[in-house]
Protein backbone atom coordinates (compact mmCIF):
# COMPACT_ATOMS: atom_id res chain seq x y z
CA UNK A 1 0.00 0.00 0.00
CA UNK A 2 1.10 3.39 -0.95
CA UNK A 3 0.09 6.60 0.66
CA UNK A 4 0.28 10.16 -0.30
CA UNK A 5 -0.53 13.84 1.49
CA UNK A 6 -1.31 16.82 -0.86
CA UNK A 7 -2.65 19.81 -0.75
CA UNK A 8 -4.88 20.14 -4.16
CA UNK A 9 -3.70 23.14 -6.25
CA UNK A 10 -6.12 25.83 -7.89
CA UNK A 11 -7.43 24.56 -11.12
CA UNK A 12 -8.36 27.26 -12.89
CA UNK A 13 -9.97 27.17 -16.10
CA UNK A 14 -7.49 24.18 -17.22
CA UNK A 15 -10.14 21.75 -16.17
CA UNK A 16 -13.59 22.45 -16.38
CA UNK A 17 -14.61 18.92 -14.10
CA UNK A 18 -11.54 17.87 -12.18
CA UNK A 19 -13.19 15.35 -10.94
CA UNK A 20 -13.87 13.98 -13.83
CA UNK A 21 -10.32 14.02 -14.82
CA UNK A 22 -9.75 12.58 -11.54
CA UNK A 23 -11.53 9.22 -12.93
CA UNK A 24 -10.32 9.25 -16.03
CA UNK A 25 -6.92 8.91 -14.32
CA UNK A 26 -7.42 6.75 -11.86
CA UNK A 27 -9.33 4.08 -14.22
CA UNK A 28 -5.79 3.98 -16.40
CA UNK A 29 -4.52 2.17 -13.15
CA UNK A 30 -5.54 -1.72 -11.60
CA UNK A 31 -4.57 -0.81 -8.53
CA UNK A 32 -7.70 0.26 -5.53
CA UNK A 33 -7.10 4.09 -4.88
CA UNK A 34 -8.93 5.86 -2.51
CA UNK A 35 -9.00 10.05 -1.93
CA UNK A 36 -9.72 10.98 1.76
CA UNK A 37 -10.37 14.72 2.94
CA UNK A 38 -11.29 14.83 6.36
CA UNK A 39 -14.25 12.12 7.15
CA UNK A 40 -14.94 11.71 3.16
CA UNK A 41 -13.65 8.85 1.46
CA UNK A 42 -14.05 7.86 -2.04
CA UNK A 43 -12.99 5.33 -4.87
CA UNK A 44 -10.79 7.25 -7.33
CA UNK A 45 -12.41 5.76 -10.07
CA UNK A 46 -16.20 6.69 -9.34
CA UNK A 47 -17.60 9.08 -11.27
CA UNK A 48 -20.48 9.46 -8.69
CA UNK A 49 -17.92 9.67 -5.48
CA UNK A 50 -15.85 11.67 -7.69
CA UNK A 51 -19.11 14.12 -8.02
CA UNK A 52 -19.80 14.25 -3.94
CA UNK A 53 -15.78 14.63 -3.97
CA UNK A 54 -14.83 17.66 -6.16
CA UNK A 55 -11.39 18.27 -5.48
CA UNK A 56 -10.61 22.25 -5.14
CA UNK A 57 -7.94 24.77 -3.78
CA UNK A 58 -6.27 24.22 -1.01
CA UNK A 59 -7.98 20.70 0.29
CA UNK A 60 -6.02 18.20 1.74
CA UNK A 61 -6.46 15.20 0.29
CA UNK A 62 -4.70 11.89 1.09
CA UNK A 63 -4.47 9.69 -1.43
CA UNK A 64 -4.27 5.38 -1.11
CA UNK A 65 -3.59 3.04 -3.88
CA UNK A 66 -2.96 -0.67 -3.13
CA UNK A 67 -2.08 -3.46 -5.97
CA UNK A 68 0.56 -3.94 -8.75
CA UNK A 69 1.02 -0.12 -9.89
CA UNK A 70 0.28 1.64 -6.96
CA UNK A 71 3.38 3.81 -6.63
CA UNK A 72 2.65 4.94 -10.42
CA UNK A 73 -0.87 5.55 -9.68
CA UNK A 74 -0.15 7.71 -6.96
CA UNK A 75 2.63 9.93 -8.60
CA UNK A 76 -0.05 10.53 -11.46
CA UNK A 77 -2.50 11.55 -8.84
CA UNK A 78 -0.52 13.80 -7.18
CA UNK A 79 1.26 15.54 -9.83
CA UNK A 80 -2.76 16.02 -11.21
CA UNK A 81 -3.89 17.76 -7.91
CA UNK A 82 -0.92 19.69 -7.35
CA UNK A 83 -1.69 20.76 -10.88
CA UNK A 84 2.07 19.97 -12.39
Known sequence: MTTRNVT???FGSRYEAPGAELVRIAC???SRI???SGEMQVNAKS???MMA???SKGMEI???????D????VL???AFLKNE
Open 8 to 10: AAD
Open 28 to 30: QFQ
Open 34 to 36: LLK
Open 47 to 49: IMG
Open 53 to 55: FQP
Open 62 to 68: EITAEGC
Open 70 to 73: EEQA
Open 76 to 78: EIE
